[in-house]
């Protein structure tokens, strides 16, 4: 098993390149099913997910074609089949976006549950009501895979209320509802920027999608759509990320390519602390050394509310900083299993239900801990450059799955990282 051995480093200090996004990749490319043509998608990331998403479209009966400069060519026009088995499915949850596209195109999915990170029971109960309501039948018998066909004249439009802004199944939803006959709305929709992207793609393709972005989207169903092509968002997550570890390490990161709006919440919490983040004409400057450092609390809730996906990096620094401050988790139950990683690394962190409260300004050490999760990965590497000693990071596959070049990019910055197969 591969680990990652990160040891105390200097402030990192130097300008990093931040690559298209992880989860706006999976459902743009889970939406090239939708059409017979080819679509071709720039910017896209070298990571386990892409990797995993290629083998279903492939196993579907689609041909791919990834070029060395992150170019993406898709064609579906031979699939041939409607169902994804076990062994693919489990890889990821976003495996589970195929199943609006395959409704929508071929009337009928048959699809193994989805895997994933393990944070929380992650039920997908929302996108299976979003394809009861565009008239589809769903079996529910089993508990191991769920089978859905559409009616006899396919999908019909109709107006389906989100209990909760779920990125998933505003983005499944969305896509079976664009082939489907008549008006759709989707409301207490998603508003992330990945929703957006998707949008924006499938409109190229000849889809009509209007207020993707904002809480009620409205899809007036067509007929067919046609290849496009298109270029991904940059990642904002993995912004995110840069911009921790500019503030954890007191250093200086110009991080390039970046969409300054998506990170507008991650940078207000960073300056309450006292971090300078500026954006310049080149990149987002953030430098953590420049002023004395101040806690503060940080509640996660859907976009525009601060990234579910950058609490636990978050957290990782606020360990670092004088002061007590609370963490709260809204949008997954179970998302504090890095709490007991990095209080194994000398931090003081307790939890009560979806609450962490930190007492920060402990010096860190070096301990052998767990990447949980894909963030918490991160997380661990972000605490590992300020403790004292070596970190040891096992199961650092789930990092993997989401950054992309991650070792590269930060002993670019001059962080003291290996990956060693043990
Ligand atoms: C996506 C992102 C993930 C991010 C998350 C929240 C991708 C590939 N992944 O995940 O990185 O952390 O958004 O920003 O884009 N829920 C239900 N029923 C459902 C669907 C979701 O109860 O049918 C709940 C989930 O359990 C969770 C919450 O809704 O508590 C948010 O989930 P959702 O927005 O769907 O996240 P994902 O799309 O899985």
Same mark, same amino acid.
């Given at each position: 098993?591969?680990? *990652? ?34 679509? !071709? ?24 074609? +990834? ?9 579906? #026009? ?6 994804? &088995? ?13 199943? &609006? ?18 944070? $929380?029971? !992650?039920?997908?109960?929302? /996108?299976?009501?979003? *394809?009861?309501?565009? &008239? ?5 018998? #089993? ?10 004249? $396919?999908?019909?439009?109709? #107006?389906?209320?989100?209990? +909760? ?38 409109? %190229? ?17 067509? %007929? ?5 092509? /298109? ?10 990320? *840069? ?12 991080? %390039? ?6 990170? !507008? ?22 430098? $953590? ?15 525009? &509310? ?7 990096? *978050? ?34 962190? !307790? ?54 070049? +991650?070792?590269?990019? +930060? ?12």
């Amino acid at each position: 098993m591969a680990k *990652f051995l990160v040891q105390k480093s200097e402030p990192l200090y130097g300008e990093v390149h931040v690559s298209g996004a992880k989860n706006s990749v999976l459902p743009l490319m889970a939406a090239a099913i939708l059409n017979d043509e080819k679509c !071709r998608i720039y910017e896209v990331p070298r990571l386990l997910d892409v990797t995993v998403m290629e083998e279903i479209l492939m196993s579907l009966g689609g041909k791919i074609d +990834f070029q060395e400069d992150g170019t993406l060519d898709i064609d579906m #026009s031979g699939m041939n089949s409607t169902e994804v &088995g076990f062994d693919l499915a489990s890889k990821m949850r976003a495996s589970f976006l195929v199943m &609006g596209p395959l409704l929508a195109k071929k009337g009928h999915v048959k699809l193994f549950m989805p895997g994933g990170c393990t944070i $929380g029971a !992650r039920p997908v109960d929302l /996108h299976l009501k979003g *394809f009861e309501a565009l &008239g589809a039948e769903i079996d529910r018998k #089993s508990d191991s895979f769920v089978e859905a066909k559409a009616g006899p004249h $396919g999908l019909i439009g109709a #107006s389906i209320y989100l209990d +909760f802004p779920s990125v998933g199944a505003t983005e499944n939803i969305m896509m079976a509802a664009v082939l489907a006959d008549g008006v759709t709305y989707i409301e207490n929709a998603a508003e992330e920027p990945e929703i957006v992207d998707l949008a924006n793609f499938l409109n %190229k393709m000849g889809a009509s999608i209007k207020g993707a972005g904002t809480d009620t989207i409205k899809i007036e169903g067509v %007929k067919e759509l046609k290849g496009t092509a /298109h270029t991904v968002i940059p990642d904002r997550i993995e912004t995110g990320t *840069f911009m921790l570890a500019a503030a954890i390490t007191r250093g200086e990161i110009l991080i %390039k390519n970046i969409v300054p709006d998506h990170v !507008r919440a991650i940078a207000a919490k960073l300056r309450e602390c006292g971090v300078v983040v500026e954006l310049t004409d080149e990149g987002l400057y953030v430098n $953590g050394g420049m002023n004395p450092l101040v806690a503060t609390d940080i509640k996660t809730l859907p976009y525009p &509310g601060f990234p579910t996906d950058i609490q636990s990096p *978050f957290m990782s620094f606020l360990t670092t900083v004088e002061g007590s401050s609370t963490v709260i988790e809204t949008v997954f139950e179970n998302r504090f299993m890095h709490v007991a990683e990095l209080n194994r690394m000398g931090a003081n962190i !307790r939890t009560k239900g979806n609450r962490a409260m930190i007492q920060g300004g402990k010096n860190l050490e070096g301990a052998r801990v767990l990447a949980t999760d894909l963030r918490a990965g991160a997380a661990m590497v972000l605490a590992g450059l300020v403790a004292s000693g070596t970190t040891e990071i096992s199961e650092i596959y789930h990092v993997e799955r989401g950054y992309e070049d +991650f070792v590269e990019k +930060f002993r670019s910055l001059g962080a003291n990282i290996l990956r060693i197969e043990d």
